[in-house]
């Protein structure tokens, strides 16, 4: 027997002034379009901005539903229009912030275990590692390199291969 051990590295800023100011615009439009979510259930709305391979800017918040398990996260919002309006453009870098009306907002936020899912699909589809910057409306952000070092271990479409 042997133990396999999993390990990540995340880059860890104290703050969004310690960013390049590429990165400083797309988390700043991250805290900012999170204020579009449709989150009046959980009050926790979520903004999520990537730049494309050819420098375009998109955007997703969450939307929610009367019933519940109906509402999407910003994640795959912003990767569905992604698809649909730039498909095969990989995404260089997605930023993620949020806006909790009912509590904290100074720390960074890591993606749901279904965009985890979501997202390493994509760049496995595109074959482009998705950079992620994640943090709060103030505090210390991450910065990690690929959607797959959020997933170890995952279930992808290479499992199906004969
Ligand atoms: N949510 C996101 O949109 N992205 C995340 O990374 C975490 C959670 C949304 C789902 C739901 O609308 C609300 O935040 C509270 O869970």
Known sequence: MS??????????????????????KLLQLAQKIAENAYAPYSNFYVGAVAMLNNNQIITGTNQENASY??????????????????????????????????????????PCGMCRQYLLE?????????????GGQVGKVYIIKSVADLLPLNFSADDFKK
Do not use: W
């Not at 994509?122 to 994640?134: C, F």
């Open 3 to 24: 133990v396999a051990k999993f390990s990540i590295e995340i880059d860890e800023f104290k703050s969004i002034e310690e960013l390049d100011a590429a990165d400083v």
């Open 69 to 110: 398990p109906v509402g999407t996260c910003a994640e795959r919002v912003l990767l569905a229009i992604a698809a649909t309006s730039f498909p095969n453009i990989p995404l260089k870098t997605m930023a993620i912030s949020y806006l909790n009306k009912n509590g904290l907002n100074n720390h960074p936020i890591s």
């Open 122 to 134: 994509y760049e496995q589809r595109v074959k482009q590692p998705i950079r992620l910057i994640l």
